[in-house]
């Protein structure tokens, strides 16, 4: 399995934007109001994924006191995070077509203020969620063989 490249991210992130953009030019006076918080669960799931990364790179690095971490364990990990950071990417482009439509009419339109704050949430939410994965990710990688012989556990 290779890890995500920020170039994949980047092209959804970038789809969603034109699609996002292109679906509120479409429909935002038929769409309702967007809460405040609507994309603040994506920060917890960022922090929760940020936080596991932290929990998991102490097993995989094997420092004293800690269990192993079982490959499938790891597996399911690397799966969730690759999963996290493309959906993150997606849901954070979708708020930023938003946001590239209601900022310009912030000022004018109550709605689009309301919403702009909404979308402001959502972005930096879905980007935490993107940063916790890539940091869940790189904490499952397994130490390379020149690093175990550093640190004397490596074969002769």
Known sequence: MTATRPRDLVVAFVAAVVVGNLLVRLSYGSLPGFPAPAGATLAVLGIAEAVAGWVLKGRVDRRPGS???????????????????LGGALVGGLWTGLLLYTVPRASEVTAAAADTLAGAVGLVSALLLVGGALWLEHCCRAPSDHDDTHRGRGTA
């Open 67 to 85: 269990k192993p971490v079982e490959p499938l364990v790891a597996a399911r990990a690397v799966l969730v995070a690759k999963a996290s950071a």
